[in-house]
């Protein structure tokens, strides 16, 4: 067994302290309210239930609530956020006004264009039409409700810098869901925590009909309802699930929260559903290891380079997740470094995370970098060099990094161990672009929405980092807004 293995494996096991965890999302919410009332909770009446309460789910709400519908939402764990939360890179949109003031030219044609290529054009064409067209639109939306994802960076498999994220490079996860939250809180929306879904119920002629769920003591009930929404996420943290789909995985660590179990893909099957791309799962390349902290991707964005253990480097970072996953699994030890400096330290915000869990080896020097984390120091100071030529060159000649956007030779240096964990799962639940959900006759489940991870579709073979975010919101959006219609 590789050391990356059992290091993984461990990681597994432990809880992980993940990237985007130490934010608040602190439950403002209703919990178990039919439980308060009486020890048996009554059946209840409702137009729309979500269920999770994640970014694609409180999305579908905030939509929902304001085109009139009366909405419960379901969340299991004891806050909202799922894996949203912990999103750091950014969200990607083309055309944006953040854009136009630093002079990117983007267009939606090239966004899709670097969708389907970066999912090896195995996505669903029509889904991917509707992200890339209406992502922007997500954005001025976010914004109109107070996020703030005025900053734009670069992020790997895209041709231009189309990420979206707060002001400094700060993560985007928990900016996001606390200003969807507060909106939540402010419609008043009835979001149960410790509520879990455990069947969607359908009539005879196969339409959906509300949700059998366990309220926070345990006790079920039913919500009758027009129309329900399925927003729960994907499956990373269920490693049986994974390995069932992807043996080859067995082993690896999640960079998820543990409430990413695919229990909606269950709940789907339970009414028919169709599903699609199962077994395409996506590590991230960058996962600290024993720990499980995912690095993000805006590091390598900003600038940062990988290093093998002997001092070298032997990729061109910026090329797509499972590309870069392979090329380090491909290393002695299935380990690398990502190394960056002062300069790339003062430009993103996100990293001080990093340091303040104690994650980053840092020095005054490439050489003592080096002799600290155990490597060859005239090869690493020969790569940081030989790097650092090249961004000046203009030309990466080694590695054809057509994004070099600074030299990494400002003050300290810093370096942080990395290998890839099970990060995303693409594959789930069909739907089409109003959202709904198919069954295997590639008929509509009348009364029945998804959106966000649980789906699949969209990102193909491989997502791009950025992408999930702007799915999520998008289809969020659209499946609360045609949830709500039905349910007139
Ligand atoms: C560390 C990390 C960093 C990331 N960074 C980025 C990034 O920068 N940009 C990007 O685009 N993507 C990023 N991603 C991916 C992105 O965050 C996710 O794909 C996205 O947030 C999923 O949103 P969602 O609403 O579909 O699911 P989630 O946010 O996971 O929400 C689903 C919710 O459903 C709840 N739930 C599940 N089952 C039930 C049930 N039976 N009953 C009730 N509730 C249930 C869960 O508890 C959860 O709260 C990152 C992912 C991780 C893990």
Redesign the pocket.
């Known amino acids: 067994m590789k050391k990356w293995m059992s290091l993984m494996m461990a990681a597994f096991l432990a809880v992980p302290v993940?990237?985007?965890?130490g934010s608040s999302t602190t439950p403002s919410t209703t919990e178990g309210k039919a439980t308060t009332e009486a020890a048996t909770p009554q059946d209840e009446n409702t137009d729309i239930v979500v269920?999770?309460?994640?970014?694609?789910?409180?999305?579908a709400a905030v939509e929902a609530t304001d085109a009139g519908a009366k909405v419960i939402v379901?969340?299991?764990?004891p806050?909202?956020?799922?894996?949203?939360?912990?999103?750091?890179?950014?969200?990607?949109a083309a055309g944006t006004e953040a854009q136009k003031k630093k002079g990117i030219e983007d267009s939606q044609e090239l966004f899709y264009q670097d969708a389907m290529k970066g999912g090896y054009n195995k996505n669903n064409p029509e889904l991917v039409k509707v992200l890339t067209t209406q992502a922007k639109d997500s954005v001025v939306w976010l914004e109109s409700m107070g996020a703030d994802l005025s900053d734009v960076g670069r992020?790997a498999g895209a041709s231009v810098s189309r990420?979206h994220?707060p002001t400094g490079g700060a993560?985007?996860?928990s900016n996001v869901?606390s200003t969807l939250k507060d909106k939540v809180k402010e419609k008043n929306v009835d979001v149960r925590l410790k509520?879990?879904?455990?069947e969607i119920l359908k009539d005879q002629e196969g339409k959906v009909t509300g949700v059998k769920?366990e309220n926070k003591d345990g006790k079920a009930y039913t919500i009758n309802a027009k129309a329900v929404i399925l927003?729960?996420?994907?499956f990373?943290a269920n490693q049986d699930m994974v390995i069932s789909y992807k043996p080859e995985l067995k082993g690896f660590a999640?960079?998820?929260?543990p409430?990413?179990?695919?229990?909606?893909i269950k709940?789907g099957e339970g009414v028919g559903a169709n599903l699609v791309d199962m077994a395409e799962i996506q590590t991230?390349p960058t996962v600290v290891p024993e720990k499980g902290?995912?690095v993000?991707?805006?590091v390598r964005g900003n600038g940062a380079i990988l290093i093998n253990t002997d001092g070298k480097r032997f990729i061109n970072e910026l090329l797509t997740r499972d590309v870069v996953s392979k090329g380090i699994l491909d290393q002695k030890d299935g380990v690398a470094y990502l190394f960056f400096d002062e300069g790339l330290r003062k430009g993103l915000k996100a990293v001080e995370e990093y340091f303040n869990m104690q994650l980053v080896t840092e020095a005054d020097s490439v050489e003592e970098l080096a002799g600290k984390i155990g490597v060859d120091k005239d090869a690493m100071t020969q790569s940081v060099k030989t790097y650092n030529d090249a961004v000046a060159a203009k030309q990466d000649k080694e590695f054809q990094r057509d994004d070099l956007p600074l030299q990494l030779n400002q003050g300290k240096v810093y370096a942080i161990q990395v290998t890839p964990a099970v990060?995303?799962t693409m594959g789930g639940l069909q739907i089409n672009t109003n959202a709904e959900v198919m069954n295997k006759e590639g008929q509509v489940i009348k009364g029945l929405y998804a959106?966000?991870?649980?789906?699949g579709g969209v990102h193909g073979g491989n997502?791009?980092?950025?992408?999930?975010?702007?799915?999520?919101v998008t289809f969020?959006r659209i499946a609360g807004q045609n949830a709500a219609k039905a349910a007139k």
């Not at 806050?79 to 990607?92: E, I, P, S």
């Not at 959106?451 to 789906?455: C, L, W």
């Open positions: 993940l990237s985007g965890c269920i999770g309460a994640g970014g694609a789910g409180l999305s379901l969340e299991k764990m806050m909202v956020g799922g894996n949203t939360t912990r999103a750091t890179a950014g969200l990607n992020a990420i994220r993560a985007v996860g869901v509520n879990k879904a455990v769920a927003a729960t996420g994907g990373s999640t960079t998820n929260h409430g990413a179990l695919g229990e909606g709940l991230h902290v995912m993000t991707e805006a990060h995303h959106a966000g991870e649980v789906t997502r791009l980092g950025g992408n999930a975010m702007a799915d999520i969020g």
